[in-house]
């Protein structure tokens, strides 16, 4: 009888989905002086040899919390794990963490929001187009930005919201809010006057041929240069939430001087719910070791600017977002811009131009990681003059250099 109980039990742990196969904790540590508030910690799955993991439980100090897996390289298998918690000045608080092998992710109220859509030509509204795709791949001399709603992948927390240019530019652009809340499904980035009256954002910034907000390109020696010599380039959604938005962007055989040998470089641009900073991650097929590339953030027009010459730039302006000919129903926009790069990166801080606040940067290895960040003056919950902005980059900057320690 003993036999056959024991039987039964181990054949329910062989068929019931869901059964843990992967229980551990973690310790997260902040040993900063700043308390931090939605805090976004990542397990890369590979070092906790849990085989192919279907979904997970994340308990923090005994409670569930929402958690993510994340497949970055689409291969069908999950490679991250990430979930967001607040955490003290000089703490240190204990997390569950439980991964299965079968079953499916709880499906936690999205705190982020991502989309890519092809232009429908038969529907006149530019906030009711309905062709969503999840990616898109363009050979050289194709450009698909006007074939692409919004020009490119768009994607926002109840904060702020970014798109990027499906084009030689690949321009970051903004979108900013006056009340916190995700928008874009109901916008798609063109509110009309219904909208507008009801309080909804919109676009907050021209980028023109600029580096808008923290895009990446090539430089000549002189100034930044397009990604014009590509054979093929690509926008994918890797990731649409619950706690993070994941946009590929990829050019391939991409030479970015003249002279050089082409690279692949694949962007992964990361925004999590309750941050404005947006991660910028650029991997290449080999390492650039002479290689020099460019970034920095657009001159917006009378804008103040402010850099602590380590790696930390803004400015605080007001201009036009759109071109003149298109400025009805539009008014003027302050914003603050911001871009934090880490000095191993840098090569050169570029002095002020009529477009750029440009840096030239390159890599001994095959990466090159930064943050960009945000507001618009029209928020009820954000910052209202280039003070106020620039004493948040300080603070921002000072978080950056202390992450939180995961053991």
């Keep these: 009888m003993n036999k056959k109980i024991l039987s039964n039990v181990l054949f329910l742990l062989v068929c019931v989905p869901g059964i843990a196969q992967k229980n551990f904790n973690i310790t997260i540590t902040n040993n900063s002086k700043i308390s931090k508030n939605n805090e976004p910690i990542v397990l890369n799955l590979r070092n906790y040899n849990a085989g192919d993991v279907k979904s997970a439980l994340v ?4 409670e569930e919390i929402p958690c993510q897996l994340d497949d970055l390289d689409q291969d069908g298998k999950m490679d991250e794990l990430c979930f967001i918690t607040d ?4 703490s240190s608080k204990k997390v569950n963490v439980t991964l299965y092998n079968e079953g499916k992710l709880k499906d936690y109220t999205s705190q982020v929001y991502v989309e890519m859509l092809l232009s429908n030509k038969k529907i006149k509204e530019s906030n009711k187009q309905n062709l969503y795709i999840s990616n898109l791949t363009v050979d050289r001399g194709v ?29 970051v652009d903004i979108y900013g ?13 063109y509110p009309d006057a219904n909208q507008k009256n009801a309080g909804f954002g919109d676009d907050v910034l021209w980028v023109g041929s600029t580096l808008g907000l923290g895009t990446l390109r090539g430089w000549d020696g002189s100034k930044p240069t397009m990604l014009t010599d590509v054979d093929k380039r690509s926008q994918r959604i890797i990731s649409r939430g619950p706690l993070r938005t994941i946009v590929e ?24 719910a309750g941050k404005r900073e947006c991660y910028v991650k650029a991997k290449f097929n080999k390492p650039v070791t002479g290689y020099k590339f460019s970034t920095g953030i657009i001159n917006v027009k009378n804008s103040k600017e402010f850099s602590d010459k ?15 000919k298109d400025s009805a129903g539009h008014k003027k926009e302050t914003v603050g811009l911001g871009i934090y790069i880490p000095e191993k990166y840098i090569i050169s801080e570029e002095p002020a131009n009529k477009d750029n ?13 930064y943050m960009i960040t945000f507001c618009s003056d029209n928020e009820n ?4 003059n280039a003070e106020q902005w620039f004493d948040f980059l300080k603070e921002w900057k000072a978080e950056c250099q202390e992450p939180i320690i995961v053991k």
């Design 381 to 384: 919950f954000g910052y209202h």
């Design 357 to 369: 606040y440009a840096f030239v940067i390159g890599s001994n290895t095959n990466e090159i990681n």
């Design 310 to 324: 380590k790696g930390l730039r803004g400015c605080w302006g007001t201009d036009w977002p759109v071109s003149e």
């Design 87 to 90: 955490i003290d000045k000089k």
């Design 143 to 171: 450009n698909p930005y006007w074939s692409i709603h919004h020009h490119g992948a768009a994607f926002e927390n109840d904060m702020v919201a970014y798109r990027i240019y499906f084009d030689h530019r690949q321009t």
């Design 177 to 189: 809010k006056y009340k916190r809340g995700l928008e874009l499904k109901q916008t798609q980035f």
């Design 249 to 272: 962007v990829k050019d391939l055989a991409w030479i970015p001087q003249s002279g050089q040998e082409p690279v692949d470089m694949t962007t992964y641009y990361i925004l999590y």
């Design 59 to 62: 308990k923090c100090e005994g």
